[in-house]
């Protein structure tokens, strides 16, 4: 089956993408800060994974933060270039030159929304690991997963629920 060709457009950012990008930027920022603040007082054994309840289960490095700071920039990054390129996803509806700019704006959208949430999800994770290692603590608690989850599948769900009533 041969892959139909879609539109090419260039759509400037709207005031709520720029929204986005800036409070994924300032995650991103909170993140390396924070890291740097807290890096000199931490022992070099640190919680690095929380099971379904929330509690600690796994115990690693304290270098394990930089590798999680990166996959925040990795992702942060891969999401930003990608989301250039909104003629190259997938889509619940067919694009066609009527639909394609709002199609895309959609879909940059839920990009740039999902990206600041991960961003925060990244630099929280990062947080309660310093509280956790201060004693203020005693691991993510068990609302995190159940929030992690919602946010994940509510925003996609909503941003496709929504390309289905445009044109």
Do not use: C
Not at 8 to 17: A, D, F, Q, T, Y
Not at 110 to 126: D, H, R
């Amino acid at each position: 089956m041969k892959k139909r060709k879609l539109p090419v457009l260039k759509i400037p950012l709207s005031r709520l993408e720029i929204f986005f990008e800036v409070i994924a930027a300032a995650g991103i920022l909170y993140h390396l800060l924070t890291m740097l603040h807290f890096w000199p007082s931490l022992p070099e054994t640190i919680p690095t994974h929380f099971g379904i309840s929330g509690e600690p289960d796994g115990w690693g490095s304290k270098n394990t933060l930089i590798l999680l700071f990166a996959l925040n920039i990795f992702l942060y990054l891969m999401m930003t270039i990608l989301n250039r390129f909104p003629h190259t996803f997938n889509y619940v509806v067919e694009i066609t030159e009527k639909n394609a700019w709002e199609q895309y704006y959609n879909a940059r959208l839920m990009m740039s929304s999902m990206k600041a949430e991960i961003v925060l999800l990244f630099a929280y994770i990062q947080w309660d690991i310093f509280q956790v290692v201060q004693g203020n603590a005693a691991g993510l608690g068990q609302s995190f997963f159940w929030v992690f989850i919602a946010l994940m599948t509510v925003s996609p769900l909503y941003f496709i629920w929504r390309s289905r009533g445009i044109g």
